[in-house]
C-alpha cells in the first residue's frame, strides 16, 4: 500500500473509532465516517470491503489501544493496586465525558449481538487478555474478571446518565467497589 493510500485509510479508521466511541458501530452510516474523515464515499470501497470490515477494524484498534495503555499502568503493582489504579482512572468523569480516546465497549455492547460473530470474539479476546493483565496469579483471575465487569458495567451507566450526580454516585460506589 503506498504512504497516501495508507494515510487515507488511516482518516477513515480514525473517524470510524470516532463514530464507535460516539454512536456504536450500527447507527454510524459510510457517509457518516467518510464525511468526518473528509472524503467522500465513493473511494470507501477501495480501502474496506464493508462498513462492518471498517468497524471491526476500528473497534479491534481502539480495543488493542486501550491494553497497551494498561500495560504503562503500573506493571510493577500487584493485582489489586492495579485494578483500584485502573478504576480510579476508568471511572473518573474525565472519562465518561471525553469523546475521544474513550473506551468503545460501553456503546458498543448492546449492539453486539446484532453484528457478525468477529465481533464478539474481538470483545472475548480483549476481556481474556485484560483479565490476565489485571490478575496477579490464576487464582485472582475470577476477581479480575469481576472488577472488570464492574468496571465496563458502571462506566456504561454512568454514560447513559451523563453528567449528573447519580451519574457521579455510579463512578465512586463503582470504584469504591473493585477489589
Known amino acids: 500500500m503506498n504512504d497516501k493510500k495508507a494515510l487515507t485509510r488511516e482518516r477513515i479508521l480514525q473517524a470510524a473509532s470516532s463514530a464507535l466511541i460516539a454512536r456504536g458501530p450500527v447507527e454510524p452510516s459510510v457517509n457518516d465516517v467518510m464525511g468526518a474523515a473528509g472524503l467522500t464515499v465513493g473511494g470507501f470501497y477501495a480501502h474496506f470491503d464493508s462498513k462492518d470490515a471498517l468497524m471491526l477494524e476500528a473497534f479491534k484498534a481502539l480495543l488493542t489501544r486501550r491494553r497497551q495503555a494498561l500495560e504503562d499502568l503500573g506493571t510493577e503493582l500487584p493485582g489489586q493496586e492495579r485494578r483500584a489504579l485502573l478504576a480510579a482512572f476508568y471511572l473518573s468523569r474525565k ?27 474481538a470483545l472475548a479476546e480483549h476481556i481474556e487478555l485484560m483479565t490476565a493483565q489485571l490478575s496477579a496469579s490464576p487464582e485472582e483471575a475470577d476477581i479480575a474478571l469481576a472488577d472488570l465487569a464492574l468496571m465496563l458495567g458502571g462506566l456504561a451507566l454512568a454514560r447513559a446518565l451523563g453528567p449528573s450526580d447519580l451519574s457521579d454516585r455510579v463512578l465512586r460506589a463503582a470504584k469504591r467497589a473493585v477489589r
Do not use: M
Open 95 to 121: 472519562h465518561r465525558d471525553v469523546e475521544i480516546q474513550a473506551c468503545p465497549i460501553p456503546s458498543t455492547v448492546g449492539e453486539l449481538s446484532r453484528l457478525p460473530e468477529p465481533f464478539r470474539e
